[in-house]
């Protein structure tokens, strides 16, 4: 696995791209603001995974000053990239490396598919943050997700991979520079390998898999089926990920 990536004179979305095309599979933990407890945070950097590449910081209703905040830290603490995974346009931050521009292309809401990114606007047209376009796909992990909540939309079953496959195409099609498989967060059942093998088989651009993977033996099924970067959040926050 790779494990130099840096955030210091690179550009975050050219390592990821020149990764996948290497076969060399990326891995993030994701770090909930609303979870983030100070006192534990310098043990959680020292407990990363050897072959963490990137830091993720995002959650369905983290607030701005959270969000601030939890970025701040990780990066005192750390020297790896720091990657905005927002709920909504709140959790922006021109204090992290980057952020994933999510569009819940998997649902039909407006204020996920559009909206909420109008209204980021204002935040990122005058930062430095590196602006990643991401198509983000809601599958059913067995499991009612926060994102379900917020977002009101409903994931897509695992029976219809064609489906998905249709959705991912369609995101890389209207300009998507990364596609997100999400089973959520805590979920029962990871996106299979099946539909990942499926997606990554139909699009040309690097594919991220997260949401219930606790097992060496699940993080390695979904590299395998062809996940370029692989999430893990509340396996690592509860401290049950097992690698």
């Known amino acids: 696995m790779i494990s130099n990536f840096t955030h210091s004179g690179s550009v975050i979305y050219s390592q990821l791209e020149r990764a996948a095309a290497l076969g060399q599979?990326?891995?993030?933990?994701l770090f909930d603001p609303e979870e983030l407890r100070l006192q534990d945070l310098e043990k959680q950097i020292e407990a990363l995974p050897d072959h963490t590449t990137h830091l993720f910081v995002g959650g369905s209703?983290?607030?701005?000053?959270?969000?601030?905040?939890?970025?701040r830290e990780l990066k005192k603490h750390s020297g790896l990239p720091v990657v905005l995974f927002p709920g909504d346009h709140n959790q922006i931050t021109a204090e992290a490396d980057a952020l994933l521009f999510l569009s819940l292309i998997s649902g039909e809401n407006p204020e996920y598919l559009i909206r909420q990114q109008i209204k980021s606007v204002d935040k990122l047209k005058n930062s430095a943050l590196e602006i990643i376009p991401t198509g983000y796909i809601l599958i059913d992990g067995g499991t009612e997700?926060?994102?379900q909540r917020v977002s009101k939309t409903q994931p897509l079953t695992q029976d219809n991979p064609g489906h998905i496959v249709a959705v991912a195409l369609a995101g890389q099609y209207s300009?998507?520079?990364?596609i997100y498989l999400e089973a959520g967060s805590g979920a029962k059942t990871p996106?299979?390998?099946?539909?990942?093998?499926?997606?990554?088989e139909a699009i040309h651009i690097p594919l991220i898999v997260g949401?219930?993977?606790?097992?060496?033996?699940q993080l390695e099924r979904a590299y395998s089926a062809g996940a370029d970067l692989?999430?893990?959040?509340?396996?690592?926050?509860?401290?049950?990920?097992?690698?």
């Open 25 to 29: 599979p990326c891995f993030a933990i």
């Open 61 to 71: 209703t983290a607030t701005a000053a959270q969000t601030q905040l939890a970025v």
């Open 145 to 147: 997700t926060a994102v």
């Open 175 to 178: 300009g998507k520079k990364l």
């Open 191 to 200: 996106v299979s390998a099946e539909i990942i093998k499926a997606v990554k």
């Open 211 to 217: 949401g219930g993977i606790r097992t060496r033996e």
């Open 230 to 243: 692989v999430v893990v959040g509340t396996a690592f926050e509860n401290g049950n990920f097992r690698i």
